[in-house]
Nanobody, 120 residues
Framework: QVHLVESGGGLVQSGGSLRLSCEGT????????MAWYRQAPGKERDLVAT???????HYVDSVKDRFTISRDNAKNTVYLQMNNLKLEDTAVYLC??????????????WGQGTQVTVSS
């Protein structure tokens, strides 16, 4: 079975940094687009950053110039380097991926989420 497993979350002081990882495991034929979302308490799940298989990236304005999304296709892994963290960055961060599991089928997958808490 295919799974996305996030890691790297934790508690960090405002202005600090964290690096999140998301590894795809299982019978993966090919991973296409990947993305990071986040969901704060009482809020909807919001897009943070996306990265295409070829490396093109997109960021929401609130994290632009602070966060960097990258990927290692050989490892089926996407990363999110988060610098200069702010209180409003506190949320559960979730990995998303479009994964082809065989020649004929492609599905959308979500990770379980990793908590990021930024303190003052």
């Amino acid at each position: 079975q295919v799974h996305l497993v996030e890691s790297g979350g934790g508690l960090v002081q405002s202005g600090g940094s964290l690096r999140l990882s998301c590894e795809g495991t299982g019978n993966i034929y090919r991973i296409n687009n990947m993305a990071w979302y986040r969901q704060a308490p009482g809020k909807e799940r919001d897009l943070v950053a996306t990265i295409q298989r070829g490396g093109e990236t997109h960021y929401v304005d609130s994290v632009k110039d602070r966060f960097t999304i990258s990927r290692d296709n050989a490892k089926n892994t996407v990363y999110l380097q988060m610098n200069n963290l702010k209180l409003e960055d506190t949320a559960v961060y979730l990995c998303f991926a479009e994964i082809r599991v065989c020649a004929n089928y492609e599905f959308e997958y979500w990770g379980q989420g990793t908590q990021v808490t930024v303190s003052s």
